[in-house]
């Protein structure tokens, strides 16, 4: 068990462009989470995919988001026409569907600045 | 977060006992949570507790939760510079999203 994983750590990149960020999942979790925390915040939920479906969106996830989970591992995150607004960390976490508490764990995020 | 409502910021001495509260809103929680993270980190589930328990002791940790009230806290016993974090108090809605309230700073003094 090693842990959720997210790559890059860092994305520096220029208003307008697109970022594509991945995440691994403890490898026999079948649910996965994308959260989003800006400063001072409590992350907030954007998509929740079991095995490979996308079964929620969160309204905050607009149309330039765009979230897959093709194989039901890993996730990869994409921002097209990124605007300063969506600046923040991207935090992704992975549980076990019909454990008793179900924990979500969390990777350490894909910190996103927006220049 | 605005379902989940924490206070912003914890001042402790070492040594001491720090008490982090939270009011959450959903009666129909199953579970609550208490994640802590540290600067440029994700976050670490510290324990949790499910809405039929009054109590839940872990270690150095106890988890009170009053149903009628809406109310959580996590008490650290002992607190060490280790401990210095936000810590966030989590909802469980529904099967599987959590609600996260804005975190509590705990910086411990020496």
């Known amino acids: 068990d090693t842990g959720v994983s997210q790559d890059p750590r860092h994305k520096i990149t220029k208003r307008g462009q697109n970022v594509t960020f991945r995440c691994d999942p403890i490898?026999?979790?079948?649910?996965l989470y994308w959260y989003r925390q800006t400063l001072g915040q409590g992350p907030e939920f954007l998509t929740y995919f079991q095995n490979e479906a996308q079964l929620e969106k969160s309204r905050l996830l607009s149309d330039r988001f765009s979230a897959e989970r093709p194989k039901g591992s890993f996730s990869t995150l994409e921002i097209q026409r990124t605007e300063q607004g969506d600046s923040a960390m991207y935090l992704c976490?992975?549980?076990?569907?019909?454990?008793?508490?179900?924990?979500?764990?969390f990777g350490s995020g894909t910190q996103l600045s927006v220049l | 977060g605005e379902d989940v409502e924490q206070s912003l910021f914890l001042s402790v001495r070492e040594g001491d006992s720090s008490v982090i509260n939270c009011t959450y809103t959903?009666?129909?929680?199953?579970?609550l949570y208490w994640y802590k993270q540290e600067p440029g980190a994700g976050l670490q589930l510290l324990t949790y507790?499910?809405?039929?328990?009054d109590m839940k002791q872990d270690q150095r940790l106890t988890v009170l939760l009053n149903k009628k009230d809406k109310h959580l806290s996590l008490r650290i016993a002992d607190t060490q510079t280790g401990d210095s974090a936000i810590y966030f108090c989590a909802e469980r809605i529904g099967d599987y999203k959590l609600s996260f309230g804005a975190g509590t700073t705990v910086t411990v003094r020496a």
């Open positions: 490898s026999e979790h079948n649910r």
């Open positions: 507790i499910f809405s039929n328990m």
């Open positions: 959903d009666s129909s929680s199953t579970y």
């Open positions: 976490a992975s549980s076990l569907e019909g454990g008793t508490n179900e924990k979500l764990f």
